[in-house]
């Protein structure tokens, strides 16, 4: 069975940084791509950032690029978010998700998501 | 980017009633890559329908998808009391950025 399992969010003032984790089981990590998509409370989805299986294509929201790093470790079968310069906008549920698409590549919908991790970004 | 535009917001019905979400893009989605999610409050979306037609392994066949081009379908032809929920959808594909609808609610009248 599936499992992704976010970490790391807290509440966290303007302008600070926070990397998010999660520990993903249950399938062959590496054959796939990630990605991370956030939600803030009652509101809708928001894609953030994905990575393909090798680090080789990666891609990022426009209202995150330049401040926010996604990276994954296949050893250890587990992705990253490295949120810099955080904003109050940026305040979310943080899902780790993964991409369905074949060859460790984009192209698939999201077959599983994980229960999430909440950021909290005030002063 | 493709903007997702899903109508309408709410939509209250009864069980046992038929629900019609519409999804419209912003320019023809690639190939139908075209997804549909179902959110329930405090759980993360679950994948519903794909290729804008095809239902996800363990998905009930009451939830069938339909469209092409800009305009899409998710019709649940009768409400079972564990449907209501948001739903979203979703175009994917190769390369971003991937895009979501703002949701469709579907609330006990």
């Known amino acids: 069975e599936v499992h992704l399992v976010e970490s790391g969010g807290i509440l966290i003032q303007p302008g600070r940084s926070l990397r998010l984790s999660c520990a993903a089981s249950?399938?062959?990590?590496?054959?796939?791509?990630m990605h991370w998509v956030r939600q803030p409370p009652g509101e809708g989805l928001e894609w953030v950032s994905g990575i393909s299986w090798n680090s080789g294509n990666i891609a990022y929201a426009d209202s995150v690029k330049g401040r926010f790093t996604i990276s994954r470790d296949n050893a250890r079968n587990s992705l990253y978010l490295q949120m810099n310069s955080l904003r109050a906008d940026d305040a979310a549920f943080y899902y780790c998700?993964?991409?369905?698409?074949?060859?460790?590549?984009?192209?698939?919908?999201?077959?599983?998501w994980g229960l999430g991790t909440l950021v909290t970004v005030s002063s | 980017e493709v903007v997702l535009t899903q109508s309408p917001g709410t939509l209250s019905l009864s069980p046992g009633e038929r629900a019609t979400l519409s999804c419209r893009a912003s320019q023809s989605v690639t190939t139908n890559y075209l997804a549909w999610y179902q959110q329930k409050p405090g759980q993360a979306p679950r994948l519903l329908i794909s290729?804008?037609?095809s239902r996800a392994t363990g998905i009930p066949d009451r939830f069938s998808g339909s469209g092409s081009g800009t305009d899409f379908t998710l019709t649940i032809s009768r409400l079972e009391p564990e449907d209501f929920a948001v739903y979203f959808c979703?175009?994917?594909?190769?390369?971003?950025?991937?895009?979501f609808g703002q949701g469709t609610k579907v609330e006990i009248k």
């Open positions: 290729g804008a037609s």
């Open positions: 249950g399938f062959t990590f590496v054959d796939y791509a």
């Open positions: 979703q175009q994917y594909g190769r390369s971003g950025p991937w895009t």
């Open positions: 998700v993964k991409d369905s698409g074949d060859y460790g590549d984009f192209g698939g919908p999201f077959d599983y």
